[in-house]
């Protein structure tokens, strides 16, 4: 058969992105781009990156291979999280490491490195998909968020200017109260404009 660049050179066991050990070769390496039985590979490190093709019998899958890899749109792993970053490049530092950039309210471009055992990747979709709404009532201004990974994912929290610490809406003392409908949410709003106890939502 006739190799296209549509053909994987290993009949799909790699993927561009994956990080490998290449037999004869220190280190580890991430896959770059396939050819007719090689892989384009690159040196998995911050700085100083060397490339290089090796053939696809000299690759060695990693006993911990990472679940991040370049390209990918992530989240850290807690339901207050709202926003999402590109993956540019994953490194070992002792553990996994992501190298992660965001855009800023002004334009900018903010990079940083996470643990990839913190990240989960997320979809466009779901981000688009995620409601978030402002809420204003007298000298109230707040916002009803709905998760968008973990356990709580499609859940709802409510935060004001006027409340303590990161502006949660809290029932029971500090800790968050979640919502599990966009209705339910509006009550709890309702309630900490009014101060009627809301229902349907849990802690």
């Known amino acids: 058969m006739l190799w296209t660049p549509d053909t994987p050179p290993d009949g799909g066991m790699f993927s561009a992105g994956e990080i490998v050990e ?5 280190g580890e390496w991430e896959l770059m781009k396939p050819g007719p039985g090689v892989w384009t590979v690159e ?3 911050l700085e100083d990156r060397v490339s ?7 690759l060695q899958r990693l006993a911990d291979t990472p679940h991040i890899r370049r390209g990918d749109l992530v989240m850290q792993r807690y339901p207050e999280q ?5 993956v540019g490049a994953v490194v070992r530092l002792g553990q996994w490491v992501a190298v992660k950039s965001y855009t800023l309210p002004d334009g900018g471009v903010c990079q940083a490195l996470d643990s990839v055992d913190r990240l989960e990747v997320v979809t466009a979709e779901q981000l688009a998909a995620a409601i978030r ?3 204003v009532h007298g000298t109230h201004m707040g916002r009803i968020v709905q998760a968008v990974v973990t356990a709580r994912a499609g859940q709802f929290r409510v935060v004001c ?3 303590p610490g990161a502006g949660e809406i809290c029932r029971n003392g500090r800790k968050v109260t979640w919502c599990p409908s966009l209705d339910s949410a509006h009550q ?3 309630w900490h404009v009014s101060g009627h106890a809301p229902v349907g939502s849990v802690a």
């Open 188 to 190: 709890l709003w309702d």
């Open 22 to 26: 290449v037999e004869g070769r220190p």
């Open 82 to 86: 709202e926003r999402a970053a590109v």
């Open 161 to 163: 200017r006027c409340a």
């Open 133 to 135: 709404l402002d809420v």
């Open 43 to 45: 040196s998995a490190r």
């Open 52 to 58: 290089a093709k090796v053939s696809v019998s000299s």
